[in-house]
């Protein structure tokens, strides 16, 4: 499974992107895909997840309400809109994949996704 990330850019705080992520190769496998991000100095952060069959969503609390992930099956594309960015959303973001099923804290744990893209910049300025 390839992932290609984009939609990346340079936001006013108060702003909004979106991003994509275009799983290619054998996307028919992908059981789930997520987006997170690493900050400057920071560790990587899970933001969200999304089951390919049924679309069920994951979120971390400290974006719920001003992310929301999605999918279209027929692109095989998943996004990330993101809503009221702030400097500290500030970051690289990741799309990753994963073929296994997963369950309970899983859903959360970076290691569990075994495709990762490029990752895309987002900076937000004050």
């Known amino acids: 499974v390839q992932l290609q990330a984009y939609g990346g850019g340079l936001v006013q705080a108060g702003g909004y992107l979106r991003l994509s992520c275009a799983a290619s190769?054998?996307?028919?496998?992908?059981?789930?895909m997520a987006w997170l991000r690493q900050a400057p100095g920071k560790a990587r952060e899970f933001l969200a997840a999304?089951?390919?069959?049924?679309?069920?969503?994951y979120y971390a609390d400290s974006v719920k309400g001003r992310f929301t992930i999605s999918r279209d099956n027929s692109k095989n594309t998943v996004y990330l809109q993101m809503d009221s960015l702030q400097p500290e959303d500030t970051a690289i973001y990741y799309c990753?994949?994963?073929?296994?099923?997963?369950?309970?804290?899983?859903?959360?744990?970076?290691?569990?996704?075994?495709?990762w893209g490029q990752g895309t910049e987002v900076t937000v300025s004050s």
């Open positions: 990753a994949a994963t073929t296994d099923a997963l369950y309970g804290a899983g859903w959360y744990v970076e290691y569990e996704y075994e495709y």
């Open positions: 999304i089951t390919w069959s049924d679309g069920r969503t």
């Open positions: 190769g054998s996307a028919f496998s992908v059981y789930a």
